[in-house]
């Protein structure tokens, strides 16, 4: 007897929709109930909706403004069943960028390395080294991506080094360059070293380039250099991800490079450069060690194929380490008596931490009664303390601490037993059968109580959760690799999940200044739009590599609705410093609703009559520099050019302000996107049709 498949094939292979895009397929004949199945999982074709951003990877924001009516990124919630009220102090967020998720990068930025020691060297086996690297920096320098040479004298090893747009590798007296003009400035490329039965072979991007060499030497040496030679120098700015190293010759020919993070296959003896903390993922697990300040980034070669969620990625709350801080009504909740307890979340510190703290559960500097803090000492590193004389003072004096990488902390009481925990490591312990009481009723998340008040140092805290009555975790563990959930016993749960304005790139964590808000009553695509009143409402946008654009191709585009035109020039996006020129992107309009486009202190398009937009009308808007050739688009129609060479500089900077004060945007904004290191237009097109898509490139 035969039996019909999904499709109307009989089969043992049913066919699987590729939907649920306008350009998607679901071949063969289909019931109803067939269909039903696949649209509850989202994979049914639908006309209208758009397919994946093909250069989503490129993408380093992206605003929707989708949301309920008033919404701000300033309301911080308790999502514990005590629903404690939190309150914000100082001009703390929130945001979408997380410790979750499996695409990153880490990002270099001229003075700053990895390296570390290995025990097992490549020797004369068949191997494999890859990685994707982005850079802005193709001049004519020898950059070291990756140095496994003892040194560079005695040359035991292998050297990968970018010259100019060249991949050159070195060993032993080998050297294996690609092809000329192998890659561009500011694109993900793929890269991959092969040795095959003593044959070397310079892949990029799947394709054999330059000239293969003879060579079986010895590669034995012991240690690594990431970014930098092993002679100290040669260091390179830009980005690196999934570095891998293998004993074994993965690719024979022209491949298609991996859509997704890179695992530890079969004779994996390090990857790195992929997660959301400096780590070997290779079973050898070998220790990282920072030098300078490298940095973990979301901007990845995959791009994502999930759009952001708060319940998959989640987010964190931003403390600019200059007042910022949130305190709750803890009552007795935190009155732990002797029992078992747990105070964990996460930290991205972006400043050195000197007398900081992460909690604070007393709201008086000298309570009597056991209360206690936990911070960071002088040293930089964190103690838990007991307010009174007699109670435990916990160091985790074990751990280094560095910037701009996530850390998994945690204090965990189990019996008489403190422990600190970084990463799920053991850093510290002690003592503790303190019978913790409660003097008063207010609790700090990032400062200490009193004045002065001393905050977190500056950067990222996720998913505040405080246990009490169990020990959640007590030995060395696996840190959480999706957001925490309200276990039994949870007495506050601050997941900082509640931010309106949200980037769906899971990059930026946006401050909304003033009334800037979400509006459903004005808007282009989806449910909203961000609204901007003109007297002092806009967006902050923090620095970051993935928004300096260097020497390379850029887009940054959006729809804009004006209310009326400013008193003087408004910014529309800002991404100069404060009150700060020079080579810094801006795109604003003036007071008679013309757009330009300013570059250190001269107008580069602009204002004319040709660039001046109506009240109460939607416009999309896009600045693209393609080359040397920058082009500011009205509609989809170039209304000016002008030799844009600038080298971009990474700043923070504004939406709906200008960074001199002179004036803010009075209207909506819509479907705001920028994409670093791509082109998106490079002629007169037809605007988008539809609000953008949230994930790609596949």
């Known amino acids: ?202 892949y990029i991007n799947g394709v054999a380039s330059g000239s293969s060499a003879s060579y079986s030497n010895n590669l034995n040496s012991t240690s690594r250099r990431i970014a930098q030679g092993t002679n100290g120098s040669n260091t390179y700015t830009g980005y690196i991800s999934n570095l891998r190293e293998v004993t074994s010759a993965l690719y024979s020919g022209t491949f298609t490079p991996s859509t997704t993070p890179l695992t530890a296959v079969s004779g994996t003896t390090l990857l790195t450069c992929q997660s959301n903390r400096f780590v070997d993922n290779s079973t050898n697990n070998y220790v990282i060690t920072l030098n300078g300040t490298p940095s973990v980034q979301r901007f990845n070669p995959f791009g994502t ?103 998994h902390v945690a204090y965990v009481r189990s019996g008489t037993t403190g422990t600190i925990y970084q990463n799920g490591v053991s850093v510290g312990s002690g003592t503790d059968s303190t019978n913790y009481l409660i003097a008063s009723t207010t609790s700090t998340i990032a400062a200490r109580y009193g ?74 695509y989806g449910t909203g739009s961000l609204a901007f009143d003109g007297t002092g409402d806009w967006l902050t946008i923090p620095s970051l590599p993935s928004l300096n654009y260097g020497t390379g191709n850029f887009t940054v585009e959006l729809w804009m609705y004006s209310n009326s035109a400013p008193g003087s020039d408004a910014g529309v996006i800002d991404q100069r410093p404060l009150s700060t020129n020079g080579s810094y992107f801006m795109l604003g309009v003036n007071s008679s609703n013309q757009l330009f486009i300013y570059v250190n202190t001269s107008y580069r398009i602009g204002p004319t009559s040709g660039t001046a937009i109506a009240n109460s009308t939607w416009y999309h808007v896009a600045y693209v520099r393609s080359s040397t050739t920058g082009t500011l688009y009205i509609n989809g129609t170039s209304v000016g050019t002008w030799s844009d060479t600038t080298t971009y500089l990474q700043g923070a900077g504004f939406i709906g302000h200008h960074s001199f004060a002179a004036a803010d945007f009075n209207g909506y904004m819509d479907d705001i996107r920028i994409t670093t290191g791509y082109a998106r237009y490079t002629a007169n097109f037809t605007p988008p049709t539809a609000a953008f898509f949230n994930t790609g490139p596949t």
Not at 319 to 332: E, I, K, M, V
Not at 464 to 479: D, E, L, N, S, W
């Open 451 to 524: 004045s002065p008040f001393l905050e977190f140092p500056g950067g990222y805290i996720s998913d505040v959760r405080i246990v009490k009555g169990t020990a959640v975790y007590t030995g060395a563990f696996t840190p959480p690799t999706a957001p925490l959930t309200a276990i039994t016993n949870t007495v506050l749960l601050a997941k900082m999940t509640n931010g309106a304005i949200f980037d769906n790139a899971m990059m930026n964590d946006l401050e909304t200044v003033g009334n800037a808000q979400i509006s459903t009553s004005v808007k282009k």
């Open 305 to 407: 194929a999930t759009a952001y969620s708060t319940s998959v990625i989640g987010g964190s709350g931003y403390f600019d380490g200059s007042g910022d801080y949130l305190t709750w009504t803890s009552g007795s909740s935190i009155a732990f008596g002797t029992g078992d307890f747990t105070v964990e979340c996460w930290i991205y510190l972006n400043a050195t931490p000197t007398t900081n703290f992460l909690f604070d559960f007393r709201d008086s500097l000298n309570v009597t009664a056991p209360a206690f803090i936990w911070g960071n000492n002088t040293s930089g590193v964190l103690d838990w303390t007991q307010n009174a004389a007699s109670g435990p003072s916990i160091s985790s004096s074990s751990a280094t601490w560095k910037l701009n990488t996530w850390y």
């Open 1 to 202: 007897m035969s039996k019909q498949y999904p499709g109307g094939i009989i089969s043992k292979t049913p066919v699987v929709p590729s939907g649920p895009y306008e350009t998607s397929t679901a071949s063969g004949i289909w019931t109803l109930d067939q269909q039903a199945y696949w649209r509850k999982l989202n994979q049914w074709p639908i006309a209208g909706s758009p397919a994946p951003d093909a250069q989503f990877n490129y993408v380093t924001m992206l605003l929707h403004g989708d949301g309920t009516n008033g919404a701000q990124n300033n309301t911080f919630l308790d999502s514990s069943t005590n629903n404690f009220t939190i309150t914000r102090n100082g001009n703390t967020t929130q945001g979408s960028f997380s410790p979750y998720g499996s695409n990153w990068s880490n990002y270099f930025n001229g003075s700053s390395y990895l390296s570390l020691a290995t025990a097992t060297g490549l020797g004369t086996s068949n191997l494999t080294v890859e990685f994707w690297f982005n850079t802005s920096d193709t001049s004519a320098t020898y950059y070291a991506l990756y140095d496994g040479r003892s040194s560079v004298n005695t040359d035991t090893g292998l050297g990968i080094f970018q010259y100019g747009q060249t991949i050159e590798i070195y060993g032993n007296g080998l050297k294996v360059s690609s092809a000329a003009s192998a890659f561009t400035a500011n694109t993900w490329t793929h890269f991959a070293v092969v040795r095959t039965s003593g044959t070397c072979q310079i």
